[in-house]
């Protein structure tokens, strides 16, 4: 019988507040992972909730869809790449390969990013997923073509695994990690969505992840590592009021990168995104991913 991870004595409206446990939802937050992220603007002004590419609906092509003035055998070998991505070296479900990466890559979860290359790679290569969950698959399906970005590949996953390993948490400024330890619990995750977009040197240019599709699974409607921690018995009231109030989570975790550099972020800072990802303004107001 898996373990469950329930905070039961104390109100958690009342636990938010307390520096303690505004460290602890960073975690939750970091390791959970987009084409724009969700803010409360009204704690933090300064952050846009949603940008002009967010309300810009997207149009899809299959592969055996595509008219006859489209690179058919470019499209079938786009999605074969993001097959080999997604299978080994993405950095969540195996080891991160830095070849993979465009040296101007950004990532962005859901709620989460942008994040650039080197951020990216050193925060997953702390969490080590693919360790606490050894038989972690993603089970990539249904790959079509944006339209509008003709080298973006979208995807669903559907993830499974076990929960067999403890996580190293880096919570707080100059301490050792913590141990999330394992639960030994089974994940069988709904579908989420995802894409990749390549750069004509075939590099990862842009990697979105953990777009919950349905309520279906242990992902409790929650996608990437919060359909992980779902499924390891994290409440779900908790994981929403984060996931809602992500905020003050990020300025809390920035403000502790800053006194402790070797600490994991969960947005690149703004002057990091301008010098690594100087083609995100462009992506913001237009929605295209310029390769």
């Not at 949603?50 to 899809?60: D, E, K, S, V």
């Not at 080298?151 to 499974?160: D, K």
């Not at 992840?209 to 409440?235: K, M, P, R, W």
């Not at 809390?252 to 990802?277: C, H, S, W």
Request: aromatic share 12%; charged share 20%; glycine share 8%.
């Amino acid at each position: 019988q898996k373990k469950r991870f329930r905070f039961r004595s104390v109100n958690i409206y009342q636990m938010i507040r307390t520096p303690a446990l505004l460290s602890y939802t960073f975690f939750l937050l970091l390791i959970g992972t987009n084409d724009g992220f969700s803010i409360i603007s009204h704690h933090f002004s300064n952050i846009r909730t949603t940008t002009r590419a967010q309300q810009r609906p997207t149009i899809f092509r299959s592969a055996s869809s595509i008219n006859s003035n489209d690179d058919e055998e470019e499209v079938q070998r786009l999605i074969a790449l993001t097959k080999d991505f997604m299978a080994d070296g993405n950095g969540f479900y195996s080891k991160a390969k830095p070849e993979w990466f465009a040296d101007d890559f950004a990532f962005q979860g859901e709620i989460l990013g942008p994040m650039n290359k080197e951020g990216y790679i050193r925060n997953l290569e702390g969490f080590q997923l693919y360790e606490a969950f050894p038989d972690i698959q993603p089970n990539p399906s249904s790959f079509v073509m944006d339209s509008q970005n003709p080298r973006r590949v979208w995807l669903q996953v559907r993830v499974t695994g076990t929960h067999k390993q403890s996580i190293p948490l880096r919570i707080l400024p100059w301490a050792p990690p913590l141990k999330f330890e394992a639960t030994g619990a089974v994940v069988k995750g709904g579908p989420e969505a995802f894409s990749v977009t390549w750069d004509n040197s075939d590099k990862v240019k842009f990697l979105t992840v953990g777009y919950a599709i349905s309520q279906e699974g242990t992902n409790g409607g929650f996608g990437a590592a919060f359909g992980l921690l779902h499924a390891c018995g994290v409440d779900k009231k908790l994981l929403k009021f984060v996931h809602d109030n992500i905020g003050p989570v990020l300025a809390i975790n920035q403000f502790a990168g800053r006194l402790d550099g070797t600490m994991p972020l969960a947005k690149a800072y703004d002057k990091v995104v301008e010098r690594d990802i100087p083609w995100w303004k462009e992506y913001e107001e237009t929605g295209q991913v310029p390769v």
